[in-house]
């Protein structure tokens, strides 16, 4: 069954540091591997997805991510931190198999950026 | 309107009450998804219509009744909630019920039941 960790319930970084959150998952096939950022009072929308197409995937926002298969690990950063980028962020694994919904997310991560 | 949208943005309700959330896409989708945030819990999946059929039903209580009549809307019909229930709604929507397909999500409904 595929499923998803997000190390960290709240990270906080000074404004202009490295943004780093952390996502591994576990999946029995090639999965589909998204990030999706929700700030206050929104829903949810799309910062980026893995298709399988090239490792290392850049985003909206200045953001991208690194598939590592062997780490099973699709971790997602940023150069440097913007007061702008305070927000909850998911990751999210979906891979198609049988009986599988399309989404499985993981429980979030709340950036503060501190000015 | 653009995107997915959601009515009403916020609701209290007493616990005996009947009230009904409203999701529309304009994005011409053709799968539609309720979701339960709460502060305890993570994204909880309640409900997922494809081509107007109710494909996944999370053992959700039978308080909460979904339909889904077009391929554009997306109720969620509520009554005899409890306290517990309590949680941003969220409704999303994607191009088919596929494992690769983006949400799209609408900006929620906020329940309060007292």
Known sequence: ?115 | ETGVTQTPRHLVMGMTNKKSLKCEQHLGHNAMYWYKQSAKKPLELMFVYSLEERVENNSVPSRFSPECPNSSHLFLHLHTLQPEDSALYLCASSQEYLAGDTQYFGPGTRLTVL
């Open chain 1, 1 to 115: 069954a595929q499923s998803v960790t997000q190390l960290g319930s709240h990270v906080s970084v000074s404004e202009g540091a490295l943004v780093l959150l952390r996502c591994n998952y576990s999946s029995s096939v090639p999965p589909y591997l998204f990030w999706y950022v929700q700030y206050p009072n929104q829903g949810l929308q799309l910062l980026l997805k893995y298709t399988s197409a090239a490792t290392l995937v850049k985003g909206i926002n200045g953001f991208e991510a690194e598939f590592k298969k062997s780490e099973t690990s699709f971790h997602l950063t940023k150069p440097s931190a913007h007061m702008s980028d305070a927000a909850e962020y998911f990751c999210a694994v979906s891979d198609g198999t049988s009986g599988n919904t399309p989404h499985v997310f993981g429980k979030g991560t709340r950036l503060s950026v501190i000015a």
